[in-house]
């Protein structure tokens, strides 16, 4: 997809990594992980970089270093999030995605500590000492340190919740059955993406290991769809509603009408941001769902899609209720490096849970819309509007009740 910035952007320039870490970073150590594995896609398939990222020291709050939903709701600002990013070392091996049919003793102490519900602490010898970088990428978090993996053994005994273990012990569980198990279990997006991509799901004979990039996307779709099966059976809203607000240079602006599921998501990139930088024009890009759903992946808005698509269905499963959202991203020049697609669905969150408006008509609504983004932006979202496939089918709809 294009969604900004496919490629990780090295923008070291404006982050200036202190030279001042150099020698905190070591060849053998012991430390924490969160627990998180990242598993990498550059390489070519099926060939994967399997990580175990960690802390280079035994802290207790580890946690903290790889919890976007915590981030989000703490308000912790993105220097902040980098710094925690930049103290993750990437422990990693190569590996064939089938490797985990076999009975390969590092993927199962892999999957061992991606299992986990708490941190597991871990004894590591690397080939060489990491070197100092940071990557950053429009799906994934920011990526730290890496270097290849000589040696690791656990040092805590994992903490895995019965529910995980069973889903990976039951190898005639689908996969897709077992994901909609574990999330009615409670388990996050974030955690799910992990037991994805470290393939502890699934019929024994198709699991595999997932990069990360790809099991993200692949949790916010398949809840998603998981969630509109449940939402084309509920009642339509009453009336307009609308949403608005965000974080981290990222607002969203949500607008719910009376009418079935569809969605569309138009996602404004302002100038001087790091994907738009020398244009003085407003990138806009845009997808659109019907009631339906999807075939095909969302070429134009990508990841970005997905991820604000979830809190919105999760929003309609809560109440009960299903409507048409039409979905304004704008991205602004505060949002300058790019820190992984949860600041969309977190984004979102921020936006639902701040006061809904309601209105009787789609006109009221409509021009409430426009001045509350100029005001707020000094944006006219006339032209969006213009081009809204939602307010097309609306508009062109022949209600029935014209008939009664």
């Known amino acids: ?7 990780p952007c090295k923008i070291l320039a404006k982050l200036k990594i202190g030279t001042r870490n150099l020698n905190s970073l070591k060849q053998e150590f012991e430390g924490s992980s969160p627990p998180t594995v990242f598993i ?25 270093y790889d919890s976007p939903n ?25 590996a064939k995605v089938f490797d985990i049919r076999k009975d390969n003793k590092l993927l199962r102490l892999v999957q061992e500590i991606g299992m986990a519900s708490l941190q597991s602490d871990i004894e590591v010898k690397l080939k060489e000492k990491p070197k100092l970088k940071l990557d950053f990428d429009s799906h994934l978090l920011p990526m730290g340190p890496s270097a290849q993996l000589k040696n690791i053994k656990i040092i805590t005994n994992p903490k895995i919740p019965n529910f995980v273990e069973k889903v990976y012990f039951d190898t005639d569980l689908k996969s897709v059955a077992a994901l909609k198990y574990l999330y009615e279990k ?20 198709n699991r595999k290991l997932v990069s990360t990039r790809n099991s993200i996307t692949a949790i916010d779709d398949s809840i998603g769809r998981y969630l509109l099966t449940k939402i084309r059976d509920y009642k339509i809203i009453e009336d307009y509603t609308l949403y608005f607000g965000g974080h981290l240079g ?27 930088p020398s244009s003085q024009v407003i990138q806009i890009m845009t997808d659109y769902e019907t009631y339906r759903g999807r075939k095909n992946y969302a070429e134009e808005t990508a990841g970005g899609y997905y991820a604000a698509r979830l809190p919105i269905l999760q929003h309609l499963e809560k109440e009960k209720k299903q409507a048409s959202a039409l979905v304004l991203r704008f991205v602004l020049p505060e949002y300058d490096v790019p ?22 008509t789609k006109g009221e609504m409509l021009k409430y819309a426009k001045s509350l983004i100029i005001k707020k932006l000094g944006f006219n979202i006339d032209n969006i509007l213009n081009q809204s ?8 709809q022949v209600k029935l009740s014209k008939y009664f």
């Open 1 to 7: 997809g294009r969604g900004w910035c496919g490629q």
């Open 40 to 64: 990498g896609s550059k390489l070519a398939y099926p060939i994967v970089n399997v990580g175990v990222m960690s802390l280079s020291e035994i802290k207790k709050d580890a946690w903290l």
């Open 70 to 94: 915590y981030w989000s709701q703490e308000e912790i600002n993105s220097g902040q999030i980098i710094s925690f990013r930049k103290s993750l070392i990437n422990s990693r091996f190569q």
């Open 186 to 205: 409670g388990l996050d997006e974030h955690s799910l993406s992990q037991l994805l991509a470290i393939g502890i799901t699934g019929l024994k004979k």
């Open 250 to 276: 990222n607002y969203y602006l949500i607008l719910f009408f009376p009418e079935i599921f569809n969605y569309e998501l138009f996602e404004m990139v302002f100038p001087k941001t790091t994907w738009n």
């Open 339 to 360: 820190l992984g697609v949860w600041v969309c669905r977190n984004s979102v969150r921020k936006a639902l849970f701040s006061s809904q408006l309601c209105f009787e």
């Open 389 to 396: 496939r939602i307010l097309k089918d609306i508009k062109s």
